[in-house]
């Protein structure tokens, strides 16, 4: 089930090779898998995807970059 959650510091994804992308402060979901965080945030249409992983998430989460709703 995913989690609705903020961000609210820098967090960054990487598109394959490419280079780093910072995901917008804002509201962002957050769908659990095996080895990683699938994070999506944006308005309905317009919705974007990425996956972290789980290591990033959870120092993001350690520094308070992510923030899970109550």
């Given at each position: ?53 789980l290591a990033d998430?959870?120092r993001c989460l350690e ?8």
């Open positions: 089930m995913p989690a609705n959650a903020r961000v609210t510091g820098t967090v960054e994804y990487r598109a394959g090779d490419g280079p780093l992308i910072a995901i917008p402060q804002g509201p962002i979901e957050v769908q659990m898998s095996i080895d990683s965080a699938v994070i999506s945030w944006g308005d309905e249409g317009e919705v974007q995807v990425a996956a972290i992983p998430y959870e520094q308070g970059l992510i923030t899970l709703d109550a």
